[in-house]
């Protein structure tokens, strides 16, 4: 009887600890799509830059590109950016297509892009590129291949 009344005790003292755990979790950004955007400015094409792939965005990616199962994207499109400033150190711009978000820009073209948007005055407002979304798709062994995510685009 108190063998089970110990092992009763220590399910309960586990399952406090793992909601204690779980609540300080970081909390999942939502997929909810974001509708009417607007941008403050479409930037001109130049450079091609890729954006940071970490998989964090590839069910969006799916959603955006529109590829069934084993095809590949080649979607032309308008990417939204939106500077993310809860560290001045360490800003962050998100990239938006068709009101999901499907990555990031990476920390080698933030900063010079966010000391651009701070002297346009810019820097809470979104803006717009012309952007491309391919890959996907299964490889010759049958892997899923990743998304590439390339923004046109010519801030200098």
Same mark, same amino acid.
């Given at each position: 009887?108190?063998?089970?009344?110990?092992?009763?005790?220590?399910?309960?003292?586990?399952?406090?600890?793992?909601?204690?755990?779980?609540?300080?979790?970081?909390?999942?950004?939502?997929?909810?799509? /974001?509708? $009417?955007?607007?941008?403050?400015?479409?930037?001109?094409?130049?450079?091609?830059? @890729? +954006?940071?792939?970490?998989? &964090?965005?590839?069910?969006?990616?799916?959603?955006?590109?529109?590829?069934?199962?084993?095809?590949?994207?080649?979607?032309?499109?308008?990417?939204?950016?939106?500077?993310?400033?809860?560290?001045?150190?360490?800003?962050?711009?998100?990239?938006?297509?068709?009101?999901?978000?499907?990555?990031? /820009?990476? $920390?080698?073209?933030?900063?010079?892009?966010?000391?651009?948007?701070?002297?346009? @005055? +810019?820097?809470?407002?979104? &803006?717009?590129?012309?952007?491309?979304?391919?890959?996907?798709?299964?490889?010759?062994?049958?892997?899923?291949?990743?998304?590439?995510?390339?923004?046109?685009?010519?801030?200098?």
């Amino acid at each position: 009887m108190m063998l089970f009344l110990g092992l009763g005790g220590g399910l309960a003292y586990a399952a406090y600890k793992f909601q204690k755990i779980k609540a300080l979790a970081p909390k999942r950004k939502s997929s909810k799509p /974001l509708i $009417n955007l607007q941008s403050k400015k479409h930037w001109p094409s130049g450079e091609k830059i @890729k +954006l940071v792939d970490d998989g &964090t965005y590839k069910a969006n990616l799916f959603k955006v590109a529109g590829n069934t199962f084993g095809d590949y994207a080649n979607y032309n499109c308008v990417a939204y950016l939106f500077p993310e400033i809860e560290n001045e150190k360490h800003p962050n711009i998100a990239v938006y297509v068709d009101g999901l978000r499907v990555g990031d /820009l990476s $920390n080698r073209h933030v900063l010079s892009l966010y000391s651009v948007l701070q002297q346009a @005055k +810019l820097l809470f407002s979104a &803006t717009s590129c012309d952007a491309h979304i391919g890959g996907g798709g299964t490889g010759l062994d049958g892997k899923k291949l990743p998304y590439l995510i390339t923004l046109d685009i010519n801030w200098f």
